[in-house]
């Protein structure tokens, strides 16, 4: 099993910044983001959830989709189990509920959302003046 718990949605202004946080666990030993792939995904109202940006845990490999590339920035911090996105320069198309997922594997980067396992429950993102 793989928990993970989102947090730092918000209302924000076109233009402005926000980051995502998104703590992982479900191992008894270790550092969960050790042994994991942990990918960001959004969904707006009535459309489909697409991915953002994904990470490997064991070694930091990234991957940006053209969604909102150039204005995201994947990281993360094995010590506090957490995986962040930075985003930037917010626009009211970015508005959506913001899902962290996941699965266990090393040194693998997958960018289909049908191998990630897990999800949390989501954090929404409202861009509006």
């Known amino acids: 099993q793989m928990q993970l718990v989102e947090s730092g949605g918000g209302l924000v202004q076109p233009g402005g910044s926000l980051t995502l946080s998104c703590v992982v666990s479900?191992?008894?030993?270790?550092?969960?983001?050790?042994?994991?792939?942990i990918a960001w995904f959004r969904q707006a109202p009535g459309k489909e959830r697409e991915g953002v940006s994904y990470?490997?845990?064991?070694?930091?490999?990234?991957y940006y989709r053209d969604v909102m590339k150039g204005r995201v920035t994947i990281s993360k911090d094995n010590a506090k189990n957490t995986v962040y996105l930075q985003m930037n320069n917010l626009q009211p198309e970015d508005t959506a509920n913001y899902f962290c997922?996941?699965?266990w594997g090393v040194g693998v980067l997958r960018l289909s959302e049908r191998d990630y396992e897990y999800w949390g429950q989501g954090t929404q993102v409202t861009v509006s003046s």
């Open positions: 997922a996941g699965f």
């Open positions: 479900g191992v008894t030993s270790g550092n969960p983001l050790d042994y994991a792939m």
């Open positions: 990470i490997s845990g064991s070694d930091g490999r990234t």
